[in-house]
T-cell receptor, first 110, second 115 residues
């Protein structure tokens, strides 16, 4: 799986959009970009994933650059409950395990 | 979305005893489940891949005789920590792939404390 690079921490004010970047410059053509988050002392939660096109669901939007070397997870209106560690993971197929890096610790403040 | 249930959510045991952790997929069948371990302030580390009806595949450095994995049915995988020691204290998390989509779902984790 391709390696990803994320900032170790970010802050965001409640109600504002949180934009979490991820670099994956060695991604191959058939690798997906997955985003998960882990709230303290809980198991990781799936957020969104994509291959080439931008994706949106009820939780977030995923913007993938045209060259696929980076992506941004957008939480449009962050709440205090969005405080968590966010992991960007690149992998071939969901049949294989996810390899977690250090992620980005997002703190949403009142 | 799919649900993966993990039990117990926390356990305290004495050194030298064994502890069993269960992971169930509630609304789908999982031929493959994964077990992770997470130490405080660190990321999740994959321990092993559990395959229904066959032996588990362990990551390098994980003792297969200490961390026994059984995947006897399509909805249940168990991890037994044998002869637990304080250094085995950790947060253990299982995950399973929902075959209806390209996602892995995770259990809520088990906090193991060995005294």
């Amino acid at each position: 799986d391709a390696k990803t690079t994320q900032p170790p921490s970010m802050d965001c004010a409640e109600g504002r959009a949180a934009n979490l970047p991820c670099n994956h410059s060695t991604i191959s053509g058939n690798e997906y970009v997955y985003w998960y988050r882990q709230i303290h002392s809980q198991g990781p939660q799936y957020i969104i994933h994509g291959l080439k096109n931008n994706e949106t669901n009820e939780m977030a939007s995923l913007i993938i650059t045209e060259d696929r070397k980076s992506s941004t997870l957008i939480l449009p209106h962050a709440t205090l409950r969005d405080t968590a560690v966010y992991y960007c993971i690149v992998k071939l197929d969901s049949g294989y395990a996810l390899n977690f890096g250090k992620g980005t610790s997002l703190l949403v403040t009142p | 979305g799919a649900v993966v249930s993990q039990h117990p959510s926390w356990v305290i045991c004495k050194s030298g005893t064994s502890v069993k952790i269960e992971c169930r997929s509630l609304d789908f069948q999982a031929t493959t489940m994964f077990w992770y371990r997470q130490f405080p302030k660190q990321s999740l580390m994959l321990m092993a891949t559990s395959n229904e009806g066959s032996k588990a595949t362990y990551e390098q450095g994980v003792e297969k005789d200490k961390f026994l994995i059984n995947h006897a049915s399509l909805t249940l995988s168990t991890l037994t920590v044998t002869s637990a020691h304080p250094e085995d204290s950790s947060f253990y998390i299982c995950s399973a792939r929902d075959p209806r989509g390209e996602k892995l779902f995770f259990g809520s984790g088990t906090q193991l404390s060995v005294l």
